[in-house]
């Protein structure tokens, strides 16, 4: 079946009537998310229609509360491409503005929901809430749905074990590790490792100057692990490298800019302004303030070969291996 990304609700067209619906942020389309598409699918599987994803960008969050809103797991286009591998036929991105998100829920139940998409099925996390001040709730879709011709089906969350208890995984969670530079608890959570993904850009240099040359990144809207020294992949003109990834200010040259570095190992060449992904994998140590240039080289070295260690032990894991289902 032939995968559609539809930008925009007024390009929703009406063969989409009967879909198995599902809407929400996605942010990092984790092992929830996942059991929400692969119960979706299940439905499509029996029922006929597709699976149909919608989605916001910018996230509402953005437009509600630009100030302190959360940095995205993803970039929009990955995001779009995952909910595709974790199942779902088309993904619909909505724009969202004040007027959308100031919708009564049952006028966005009413005009948007059915309107648009006229739905078999309706699948849902417990937690999904729609329209202003997030009133709709899957309750709503319950009580109203067979008048409005659709079945609600509600998920229960993905819980996995996290310093001896259980816990919901969620997308705020998930930024929660990344924080604090928990990457592997991340990983777990998300289904996959998490990755940044931008643009090369001009560095300091300084990576040549240690023998030790890095690509630059720019993380854009997404969030960032907390400073340290990661393990990890580099993957650059479709060629993946162990990556040995440096976040922070380089105490060593009295910086305060904050960088992000990566170390492909194995890789040579110009990658200014080439796309990059970077795996997270695991986190290796602090940053440090060394005494000299020689000694922080020296470090690198040993960093470099504690990733090859860990890279090697552990298996890659590739987007939305954990997430996809079968069709």
């Known amino acids: 079946m032939k995968h559609e990304h539809i930008k925009g609700l007024s390009n929703v067209p009406g063969s989409l009537a009967g879909c198995v619906l599902t809407m929400g942020n996605f942010d990092g389309v984790h092992r929830g998310h996942g059991r929400i598409l692969s119960l979706a699918r299940e439905l499509a599987a029996s029922n006929g229609g597709k699976v149909v994803a919608m989605t916001f960008d910018p996230p509402p969050d953005l437009v509600v509360r630009p100030a302190d809103a959360p940095k995205r797991l993803m970039p929009h286009e990955e995001k779009v491409q ?3 591998q974790a199942g779902a036929d088309v993904v619909v991105t909505a724009k969202p503005d004040r007027a959308m998100l100031m919708m009564p829920a049952c006028d966005f139940l009413r005009d948007i929901i059915v309107a648009k998409f006229s ?3 309706i699948v849902e996390g417990e937690n999904f809430f729609f329209g202003h001040g997030r009133a709709g709730t899957v309750e709503m879709l319950r009580q109203q749905g067979p008048a409005l011709g659709f079945d609600t089906h509600v998920v229960e969350p993905v819980h996995t074990q996290f310093e001896g208890q259980s ?7 998930i930024r929660q590790m ?5 990457v592997e608890i991340a990983a777990d959570m998300l289904g996959r490792c998490f990755a940044l993904s931008n643009t090369v850009v001009l560095g300091d240099q300084l990576g040549r100057v240690l023998e030790f040359p890095t690509a630059n990144i720019q ?3 997404q969030i960032v692990p907390c400073d340290g020294v990661y393990a ?5 003109a479709g060629e993946r490298f162990p990556a040995a990834i440096s976040i922070g200010c380089k ?4 910086q305060h800019e904050r960088f992000i570095e990566a170390n492909l190992v194995g890789a040579s060449g110009d990658f200014y302004g080439q796309a990059i992904r970077v795996e997270f994998l695991a986190r290796l140590r602090d940053q440090w303030k060394f005494d000299s240039a020689e000694t922080l080289k020296e470090q690198i070295a040993k960093d470099v070969q504690q990733v090859l260690k860990t890279v090697h032990k552990k298996k890659p894991r590739h987007p939305g291996d954990s997430a996809r289902v079968n069709s």
Not at 178 to 182: K, P
Not at 232 to 236: K, T, V
Request: charged share 15%.
């Open 82 to 84: 995952m909910l595709i």
């Open 119 to 121: 739905p078999r099925h």
């Open 167 to 173: 816990v919901r995984i969620s997308s705020t969670l």
């Open 178 to 182: 990344l924080h604090e530079g928990r």
């Open 219 to 221: 993380p854009g809207q």
């Open 232 to 236: 990890g992949w580099g993957e650059l």
């Open 251 to 254: 105490p060593t040259f009295g």
